[in-house]
């Protein structure tokens, strides 16, 4: 219990807004230990006793907390395994967690069925098989070849003072006979791994040995650890002695995992500096032998399982409870990584540790201890609301390590019995972190007392999909280490410390490890040690992720009630960054012209330059504007109106260009009609549309029934614009989205859109009267607004590729050069083809842009032209952001899709519209002048996709993409989906199992 923290009423500290400021209350004084009641009875005596041992307490009382006194997860195995042994009864996981006092748990003692098997020695002479945790390392070391080092475990001890170097060789060679496990290969006989113990005397290791200066050593520990073991052959341990100075020396011993686990290391090194003590002297270690080796567990606990053909074996009982336990877990946790996950992984890793205040980790313990959890629990629960807020959802799969030595003659043994548990974290329905901890709990213990069931046996009996690319059932493991962990042994003579050794390989995507650090036996801070796969993630994104980590847990204290939803990742400087500072875009483009305006503009100042190329054909811009103002007329004279829609039927040419224009300059928004789509499509357009008239040429016309065909090259009209105003607010066009999610859309789209879109293109990439820019894309789509009217208002040339080109890619690369273009647009796809033909024969081209898909290829070095790579959906007129492409950054990251255009807003959004912090995965939202009027005669889809905008003024809208990405560092954007599973078009968002069903269908 906590007790109350009396302040005076004029001293309690206060937020800004007169709130209380919890985080500036003193931590709270443990009051002094007092034991309180003695046993009453020889089974509370038996326990008292237990507890004491466990603990490394002179007495405990009955009626205290097993928690409270330094309890924790791995004790509670000991404990269980200790009253196996002692009282001969059987305890639960949960029963310890629900009566944590001596008076509740002696009523919790079964005593009668139930019990295991005794862990007795057995003979050597049958073949001995290997654990299931040893065979899963096994097959593992078989699939990865020869030079694999996931499991090489390294351990270091720094040793200050005169060393007896032959003593501690001697000594070793004592520790290596005492324990078979370090004397153990594995080979295959009859098609299965065998152990094969290798007799005491012949088991020597190959000592190396050097010299190596302070500067030098975690280079060199690290080049030691990355040497791959030959388990068919090599002993599973090498030692290293490396001389820093005359008496200062480092002791490495690099083992294979599939001998020893972290538990290991304590008899490990109780045994080594026993050894060490006596040879010393010039004696043999005087220990009681072990009351069994690691063969003996392999067969004992083959037969604790028994088989699944019995329905009441213990393996097959805890293999029901995971069926259930782990129904419909996601096959992959999502983490903002940085690179694409590899077919393949390499495991090549590196660590990042970051320490928490010591008023946190008080806090924390005091929190535990209210919430009757371990430290574990709650920082499971804050790693998984963390990733949950980081866009992974609701349902968090992590991994676990357990001790595996459930009966205490294993205690001592040097071995590899860790199991690994999938631990299921439910953050659904947006519970508050205490709720959050208690669910934690729940399934933790029941976790907990299925342990038994190896992992490797779980993913057989859940047979999930399989992938060489990522660890199967989770991909993030979480650890906990108790306080006092990590300490060096006592070796006579010697001042020794455990040092750091980073082997350089992971085995899953991020690790992480926390310990308590203690000074004088007060909390001195949480250390996090994040070990993590190189190849997805950066150092700054892992350090990240610790700094969010802990402020989750501060803001959690703060409130345990408050939902994870509101438990703010931000502090208030990185919210304005990514809020106010990466959106600060205002640009003061002209606000008092339209397109057509300033392309007449030009009419006047450069009558003669040309406008438009498309094989033969040239128009000046004299020309396109004369023949623009008669067509405008000609519009007007048959009933167009201003904001009316008109429809354009016409195949690519000068003619396609005159009639976008004429229609903009009579105050109208045109309707792109593609000649080239199904007449399906066509008349669905002209139909939703309500499509009165359509300007079309002769042999186009039978296919738009039910409207008034208007016939270029018929129209007469004054040379001179229609005194037509058109505002800013005014529809310029009308776009039909593509339908892939349903039926097609049209968005409206404004002139002001369309005058920021071109000014902002002007503006960014410097086009001017001189750039000759190709025009590919047809007007049905929204690119095509891109490349026509930016080079127009340029002043400069729209050069349109005659029909046949668009299907010849080698021509199409050859025309570019050949024609001079300078400025080139390219749909994604088409442009990762040409590439290497553009770079190798560019012309005068200077620069492209792309979009439309997700970029997988960086351009490479020394590439003659700009390459901008673009994003936008067709509701935010067409171009929302841009990112230049340099040099690949690191090998297999994604190219962003950089930051907001002019006058452009992005945010990147929870499901609660809260910012998500730098690298979390979020939904993308768009503000600002190139927000379209919504869908046309849509009000119930519009009001669904155009949304208020919580960060802008009164009335400012937002559009909701429904495309994940994540904000970068450096402020761009980055797709944030998972490259593997979903295709980017514009804005829209296809998994890949969708177009599987449709194509199924």
Known sequence: MVPTVFVQLDALPLTPNGKLDRRALPAPELPERQAGRGPRNAREELLCGIFADLLGLETVGIDENFFDLGGHSLLVTRLISRVRTVMSAELTIKAVFEAPTIAELVNQLVTDGG????????????????????????????????????????????????????????????????????????????????????????????????????????????????????????????????QLADEQHVLLLVLHHIATDGWSLGPFTRDLATAYRARRDGAAPDWQPLP???????????????????????????????????????????????????????????????????????????????????????AQAALAALLSRLGAGTDIPLGSATAGRTDEALDDLVGFFVNTLVLRTDVSGDPGFGELVARVRESDLAAFAHQDVPFERIVEELNPARSLAR????????????????????????????VPVGTDAVKFDLTLAVAETREDGAPAGLRLNADYATELLDESTVTRLLGQFLRLLEAALDDPTRPVSGLDLLSEAERHTVLVEWNDTAVAFPTDRRVHEVIARHAR??????????????????????????????????????????????????????????????GAAYVPLDASYPAERLAFIVEDAALTLVV??????????????????????????????????????????????????????????????????????????????????????????????????????????????????????????????????????????????????????????????????????????????????????????????????????????????????????????????????????????????????????????????????????????????????????????????????RGLRIELGEIEALLTR
């Open 696 to 985: 079309t040429q002769t042999e186009l016309a039978d296919r738009l029934p039910g409207t008034t065909a208007v016939l270029f090259g018929s129209q007469h009209g004054p040379d001179t614009a229609p005194p037509v105003t058109v505002q800013p607010r005014d529809a310029a066009y009308v776009i039909y989205t593509s339908g892939s999610t349903g039926r097609p859309k049209g968005v409206v789209c404004e002139h002001a859109g369309l005058s920021n879109l071109a000014d902002w293109m002007i503006h960014e990439y410097g086009l001017t009267a001189a750039d000759r820019s190709s025009q590919l894309a047809t007007p049905g789509f929204d690119s095509s607004v891109m490349e026509l009217w930016s080079i127009l208002c340029a002043g400069g040339t729209a050069c349109l590729p005659t029909p046949h080109l668009l299907d010849d890619a080698e021509a199409l690369t050859q025309w570019v050069a050949d024609s001079g273009i300078t400025a080139c647009y390219m749909p994604t796809p088409r442009m990762e083809a040409a590439l290497d033909d553009l770079t190798a024969n560019p012309g005068a081209l200077r620069l492209i842009y792309l979009g439309g898909d997700t970029l997988r290829r960086w351009p490479a070095p020394g590439v003659p032209f700009r390459m901008s790579n673009q994003y936008g959906p067709t509701e935010f007129t067409v171009t929302t952001t841009a990112a230049d492409l340099g040099p690949e950054p690191s090998p297999g990251a994604l190219p962003p899709i950089g930051r907001p255009a002019a006058n452009t807003r992005v945010y990147v959004l929870d499901d609660h519209l809260a910012p998500v912090p730098v690298g979390a995965v979020g939904e993308l939202y768009l503000a600002g002048a190139g927000l379209t009027r919504g869908y046309l005669n849509r009000p119930g889809l519009t009001a669904e996709r155009f949304v208020a905008c919580p960060y802008g003024a009164s009335g400012d809208r937002m559009y909701r993409t429904g495309d994940l990405v994540r904000l970068r560092p450096d402020g761009q954007l980055a797709f944030g989906g998972r490259a593997d599973q979903q295709v980017k078009i």
């Open 471 to 498: 660890h199967p059932l989770f991909q993030i493991m979480l650890l906990a280490q108790p306080p006092g962990e990590g300490q060096g042994p006592e070796f006579t003579g010697l001042a020794a410390e455990p």
């Open 292 to 378: 069994v080796q690691y063969a003996d567990y392999t067969r004992w606990q083959h037969e604790l399982l028994g088989t699944d053909t019995n329905p009441e074996s213990v393996l097959s009982q805890q293999l029901a409870h995971w069926r259930e336990a782990l129904a419909g877990l996601p096959d992959e946790v999502t983490l903002p990584l940085d690179r694409p996950r590899p077919a393949k992984p390499t495991h090549q890793g590196a660590a990042v540790t970051l320490t928490s205040s010591p008023e946190l980790h008080a806090r924390l313990l005091a929190f535990t201890r209210e919430q009757h959890a371990t430290l574990y629990m709650v």
């Open 115 to 242: 019990r295991r098997p005794g862990l007795r020695r057995t003979d050597r002479d049958a073949a001995i098989p290997l654990s299931p945790a040893q065979a899963r390392l096994w097959f593992y070391e078989q699939a990865q070849g020869a030079e694999s080092t996931a499991y090489n475990f390294p351990y270091a001890i720094r040793l200050q003072g005169e060393l007896d170097g032959p003593a501690l060789q001697l000594a070793l060679d004592d520790v290596i006979a005492r324990h078979e496990t370090l004397r153990t290969t594995y080979q295959e006989v009859d098609g299965e791994p065998r152990q094969r113990i290798v007799p005491a005397e012949a088991a020597r290791p190959a000592w190396t040995f050097g010299r190596c200066a302070e500067p030098d050593l975690s280079a060199e520990l690290a080049r030691a650890c990355n040497v791959p073991f030959d388990l068919a052959t090599d002993l599973p341990i090498r030692p290293h002695l490396l």
């Open 605 to 666: 100042l450069t009558p003669t330059a040309t406008a438009l190329e498309c094989g033969p054909d040239r128009l000046s811009y004299a020309e396109l504007d004369v023949q623009a103002n008669q067509l405008a007329h000609h519009l007007i004279d048959r009933g167009v109106t201003p904001g009316a829609l008109v429809g354009v039927c016409l195949d690519r040419g000068t003619a396609q260009v005159v009639t976008l224009l004429a229609i903009l300059k009579a």
